[in-house]
């Protein structure tokens, strides 16, 4: 019998990766805005749940729910189309803007960087690493000095910095869950 586990690919929390490709040139803040904007109308027609996120010039990550019939596919697949269609008719361009592929892999280091990954969350606890790991994104990459500094992120709805109250971005907001208190309870 095979050692291999058939990977559940809805009704999940996922942690995915997104990488512009090599030779495309990074994304500019009207980019970002632009990829936020799809990102809002995927999740508007398709309905998952969006907790966490951070776009960065070269690649962005975020932590998707797909509800069944909807799996992880159905999400990625609107939102990278439909970035890559508007990012290249504003740039005058074709061809791919996103690197290929997903995968389930084994629990990597947060300090390991793949390209087009994506994971099945399984705890409480992984949950919480990859938000923390999402918002100091911009911190690693030398973007700015603080998270809550960074405008391409779902930090501020987190630690309450956006305004007076737990305001959303402008553009793209998160959506709300509870999760046991215990870390290492299975999700």
């Given at each position: 019998?095979?050692?291999?586990?058939?990977?559940?690919?809805?009704?999940?929390?996922?942690?995915?990766?997104?990488?512009?490709?090599?030779?495309?040139?990074?994304?500019?803040?009207?980019?970002?805005?632009?990829?936020?904007?799809?990102?809002?109308?995927?999740?508007?027609?398709?309905?998952?749940?969006?907790?966490?996120?951070?776009?960065?010039?070269?690649?962005?990550?975020?932590?998707?729910?797909?509800?069944?019939?909807?799996?992880?596919?159905?999400?990625m697949?609107?939102?990278?189309v439909?970035?890559?269609?508007?990012?290249?008719?504003?740039?005058?361009?074709?061809?791919?803007?996103?690197?290929?592929?997903?995968?389930?892999?084994?629990?990597?280091?947060?300090?390991?960087?793949?390209?087009?990954?994506?994971?099945?969350?399984?705890?409480?606890?992984?949950?919480?690493?990859?938000?923390?790991?999402?918002?100091e994104?911009?911190?690693?990459?030398?973007?700015?000095?603080?998270?809550?500094?960074?405008?391409?992120?779902?930090?501020?709805?987190?630690?309450?910095?956006?305004?007076?109250?737990?305001?959303?971005?402008?553009?793209?907001?998160?959506?709300?869950?509870?999760?046991?208190?215990?870390?290492?309870?299975?999700?």
């Open positions: 019998m095979s050692g291999l586990r058939r990977l559940v690919v809805s009704d999940r929390f996922f942690f995915v990766t997104c990488r512009v490709m090599r030779r495309r040139k990074t994304l500019e803040d009207g980019e970002l805005e632009g990829l936020a904007r799809v990102v809002r109308e995927c999740r508007a027609k398709h309905g998952f749940l969006l907790t966490a996120w951070v776009f960065l010039p070269d690649h962005w990550h975020a932590i998707f729910f797909p509800r069944t019939p909807l799996t992880i596919a159905g999400v697949e609107p939102i990278k439909g970035s890559t269609l508007r990012i290249n008719r504003a740039r005058k361009a074709s061809g791919l803007l996103w690197q290929p592929r997903f995968f389930d892999p084994a629990p990597l280091p947060l300090n390991v960087f793949v390209a087009g990954r994506r994971r099945a969350l399984r705890s409480v606890k992984e949950y919480h690493e990859k938000v923390a790991y999402i918002h994104n911009p911190v690693r990459a030398g973007l700015v000095e603080r998270a809550e500094d960074w405008a391409w992120s779902s930090v501020r709805e987190y630690t309450g910095t956006a305004g007076a109250a737990l305001s959303p971005h402008p553009l793209l907001s998160i959506g709300r869950l509870f999760l046991p208190a215990n870390e290492e309870a299975r999700i």
